[in-house]
C-alpha cells in the first residue's frame, strides 16, 4: 500500500471513534418540558404556563425600545386634523350625488319635448342591388327578383332640437318584365 491509501484508512478509523458531544444541561431541560405529554391524564398549571413562556419571543432590549422611541415623529392632532377630514369626506360625497343627480335629470327625455316634435322628412335611398335570378309565375308572367340594400331615413324637429333616424335595410323586389 502506498502513503496516501494508509492516511485514509487511519483518517477512517479515528472517524469511527468519534461519538457526539454531550448536549448541555439547558438545552435537555428545554427538550423534556417540550416533549408532548401522551401518558400523563392532566396536565398542571405551572407546567403550562412554563411552555407558554418558552414559546413567547424574547423582548427586545430596553436600549432598542429606546431607539424606536426617539425616531418615531411627534403628531400632534389639532381641531383642524381631528375635523377637516370628515368635513372633507362629507363635502366630497355631496358633491358627486350633486354632480349625479343633476346629469340624471338633464339627460332625461322631456315628455314635452318628444310630443312636441313634428315629421320633417322620410326617404329610402337605396346603396346598391344585386339580381338574384328570373321567376316565372303560374300565370306566365315573368319577374326579375333584385335584393336591394339601402337606407330608410326619418327626421323629426320642433323649434328648440331635431332628430335624424337612419335604417338600414334590405329588400327583395319583384320586377314585372315585359318578354316580347
Known amino acids: 500500500m502506498n502513503k496516501p491509501d494508509m492516511d485514509i484508512e487511519a483518517l477512517e478509523q479515528r472517524l469511527r471513534r468519534v461519538s457526539p458531544a454531550?448536549?448541555?444541561?439547558?438545552?435537555?431541560?428545554?427538550?423534556?418540558?417540550?416533549?408532548?405529554?401522551?401518558?400523563?391524564?392532566?396536565?398542571?398549571?405551572?407546567?403550562?404556563?412554563q411552555r407558554l413562556r418558552m414559546a413567547l419571543p424574547a423582548k427586545p432590549s430596553e436600549r432598542f425600545m429606546a431607539s424606536l422611541e426617539a425616531t418615531r415623529p411627534v403628531v400632534r392632532r389639532t381641531w383642524r386634523m381631528s375635523h377637516a377630514w370628515p368635513l372633507a369626506t362629507a363635502a366630497t360625497l355631496c358633491m358627486a350625488v350633486g354632480l349625479a343627480m343633476y346629469h340624471r335629470l338633464t339627460t332625461r327625455a322631456q315628455p314635452a319635448v318628444v310630443s312636441s316634435l313634428k315629421p320633417l322628412e322620410s326617404a329610402d335611398y337605396l346603396l346598391g342591388g344585386r339580381?338574384?335570378?328570373?321567376?316565372?309565375?303560374?300565370?306566365?308572367?315573368?319577374?326579375?327578383i333584385v335584393q336591394c340594400v339601402g337606407i330608410h331615413r326619418q327626421a323629426w324637429k320642433n323649434e328648440s332640437?331635431?332628430?335624424?333616424?337612419?335604417?338600414?335595410?334590405?329588400?327583395?323586389?319583384?320586377?314585372p318584365m315585359d318578354v316580347d
Open 22 to 49: 454531550k448536549p448541555s444541561d439547558a438545552l435537555m431541560a428545554r427538550l423534556q418540558a417540550a416533549r408532548p405529554v401522551a401518558d400523563k391524564p392532566e396536565m398542571d398549571v405551572e407546567s403550562l404556563e
Open 131 to 144: 339580381e338574384l335570378g328570373l321567376y316565372n309565375a303560374p300565370n306566365g308572367q315573368v319577374y326579375r
Open 161 to 175: 332640437t331635431s332628430i335624424t333616424c337612419n335604417t338600414p335595410e334590405q329588400r327583395l323586389l319583384l320586377i
